[in-house]
């Protein structure tokens, strides 16, 4: 009881924003910013199911919000803040706990974000984390998954497929020399910042896996797509493993990139708008439903994975 | 994978209002309501935690809601809608999502709320939920822990302590012969809708047990209070036991009754803005620290319990 309290004391009311009220309260209040629209998202981290038993707890913090902040980039929103619950077996300890808020705090200067309010419990079984993030748009400036049409080009922001093979690197299953390939998986990188409205007719962040997530893009579009497997970017880490790694690099998620259909003649517009971080075309939109992955001799591939799966 | 679709598409995207755009995008889109601050708050409930195994899903799903809508309430916030976290163990059956979603779509309708998003997942140990409320108030108009002065008096809604009594008729180890005070155990009532502001000085609502969120005003507004258990309101099914559950009424929780500070002169004034809703005077914030109980003798009790705890 009072360990609740001091906890929250300790290791939360320094993450807090004035709109937290100290975390005195039992709830926020949040004056929206005049003239925009709110955009709200919530993802759940469960130990053993979106992270394995072990892994650091700053960088678990970090994943937690990141995976919320690709959703509010996925819609083009700028990030405000949070709201965070924690559910934590009776046994963790004071390390545990400074180390999560330590990579709150990091990624919060990162993404100029704060900790609104939330809630904390023990849990029966593993850890159990939930974050709510919200950001604000231009109204009638939020992308969204609907919008392809055909004739509309397939592009994506960095790398595919890294955090597949990083996830394997973490399970001891290949190996990752430098590390990049685990940090990809650990710690993705969101693509706040944007200024894709007006630009792109589609967005979805990569999180369940490229070809399952384009095909969410084609089901909300009433389209279908063609995706060359030859052009989509694969890091240079991740180009020293062999083709029977292909499948896991376009079907397994986790690399946090975005997913965008652009209009055709608006390339340029794009790619200024991207700034330092690479965009490749990797495809087109059709009126035909289904996605189908084209392989390095032109033939569709036969692919026994349709997307994201749980660790275990 | 589909059949996290599915469920969805079934059991979800009925609930869901014109802000969670078909539950098909990464995140909502809310247009604030203008003129008004947004109140924020999420609370979760863990099975073997906050329910037990074989609760009724339906009634999981509605107090889930209503400890949130509790939190609305005693900052003094119109509900809008919220979004939700599920965590299922594998084998949950479509019975189960059935009930839990009918409960929800009951009390959204009860209290004017919509479903804006959401995120599933799978468990490995129990069902694990959380929701996060979305309110709103007029500018400065939120209520707080913050406000109790010296010389206000302390009132609650409702009668006290049924919660407490009704948590042991479900575990058998009393007779609740007319089924009241497990409702109000698995079903709370909060006290949405009364216009407070301007009248009470501070507010809360009554989770962790009457003294203990009685003890988070006094230290929130740096004052201290005396209770009169004589005055404390009973209801007449939780007057049937006898003082040896005083202690439980006075400091379990799960009553979710507001607790008011409201300075003198005023209770005209709040009585009227609480309608049918009966109210009662049961003390008086001082200057001195501390939160101190007088019983039927006018001799402070000794309370072993300072509050909440977890069922198990």
Same mark, same amino acid.
């Given at each position: 009881?009072?360990?609740? /309290?001091?906890?929250?004391?300790?290791?939360?009311?320094?993450?807090?924003?004035?709109?937290?009220?100290?975390?005195?309260?039992?709830?926020a209040v949040l004056t929206p910013p005049p003239g925009r629209e709110l955009v709200?998202?919530?993802?759940?981290?469960?130990?053993?199911?979106?992270?394995?038993?072990?892994?650091?707890?700053?960088?678990?913090?970090?994943?937690?919000?990141?995976?919320?902040?690709?959703?509010? #980039?996925?819609?083009?929103?700028?990030?405000?803040?949070?709201?965070?619950?924690?559910?934590?077996?009776?046994?963790?300890?004071?390390?545990?706990?400074?180390?999560?808020?330590? *990579?709150?705090?990091? +990624?919060?200067?990162?993404?100029?974000?704060?900790?609104?309010?939330?809630?904390?419990?023990?849990?029966?079984?593993?850890?159990?984390?939930?974050?709510?993030? !919200?950001?604000?748009? #231009?109204?009638?400036?939020?992308?969204?998954? *609907?919008?392809?049409?055909?004739?509309?080009?397939?592009?994506? @922001?960095?790398?595919?497929? +890294?955090?597949?093979?990083?996830?394997?690197?973490?399970?001891?299953?290949?190996?990752?020399?430098?590390?990049?390939? @685990?940090?990809?998986?650990?710690?993705?990188?969101?693509? @706040?910042?944007?200024?894709?409205?007006?630009?792109?007719?589609?967005?979805?962040d990569i999180s369940d896996g490229l070809l399952q997530d384009l095909g969410h893009?084609?089901?909300?579009?009433?389209?279908?797509?063609?995706?060359?497997?030859?052009?989509?970017?694969?890091? #240079?880490?991740? #180009?020293?493993?062999?083709?029977?790694? !292909?499948?896991?690099?376009?079907?397994?998620?986790? +690399?946090?990139?975005?997913?965008?259909?652009?209009?055709?003649?608006?390339?340029?517009?794009?790619?200024?708008?991207?700034?330092?971080?690479?965009?490749?075309?990797?495809?087109?939109?059709?009126?035909?439903?289904?996605?189908?992955?084209?392989? !390095?001799?032109?033939?569709?591939?036969?692919?026994?994975?349709?997307?994201?799966?749980? /660790?275990?």
């Amino acid at each position: 009881m009072g360990d609740e /309290f001091s906890r929250i004391a300790t290791y939360f009311a320094p993450l807090a924003g004035v709109e937290a009220r100290g975390l005195m309260d039992d709830a926020a209040v949040l004056t929206p910013p005049p003239g925009r629209e709110l955009v709200l998202t919530v993802d759940q981290m469960l130990e053993g199911v979106h992270f394995l038993p072990g892994d650091a707890p700053g960088l678990i913090a970090r994943k937690l919000l990141r995976r919320n902040l690709s959703d509010l #980039a996925a819609m083009g929103a700028v990030p405000l803040g949070y709201l965070l619950t924690t559910a934590l077996p009776p046994g963790t300890g004071e390390d545990w706990l400074a180390a999560f808020s330590a *990579g709150l705090a990091e +990624d919060q200067e990162c993404f100029n974000i704060k900790l609104f309010g939330g809630d904390s419990s023990s849990s029966l079984g593993g850890i159990s984390l939930s974050a709510t993030l !919200l950001g604000h748009v #231009a109204p009638g400036a939020a992308l969204g998954r *609907g919008g392809a049409r055909a004739g509309d080009e397939i592009w994506v @922001t960095g790398t595919i497929g +890294d955090a597949a093979l990083g996830l394997r690197a973490r399970r001891g299953e290949l190996l990752d020399d430098t590390g990049f390939l @685990t940090s990809r998986s650990m710690l993705p990188q969101p693509r @706040t910042g944007l200024e894709l409205a007006g630009i792109v007719s589609a967005a979805i962040d990569i999180s369940d896996g490229l070809l399952q997530d384009l095909g969410h893009v084609c089901r909300a579009s009433g389209v279908g797509a063609v995706v060359k497997a030859g052009l989509v970017p694969f890091s #240079a880490q991740a #180009a020293l493993f062999g083709p029977e790694y !292909l499948e896991a690099r376009l079907t397994e998620g986790d +690399d946090y990139e975005l997913l965008l259909a652009v209009p055709p003649g608006r390339a340029g517009a794009l790619t200024a708008a991207c700034g330092a971080l690479p965009v490749t075309k990797i495809g087109v939109f059709h009126a035909q439903a289904g996605v189908v992955a084209l392989g !390095l001799d032109g033939v569709p591939l036969n692919l026994k994975n349709a997307g994201w799966r749980h /660790f275990i």
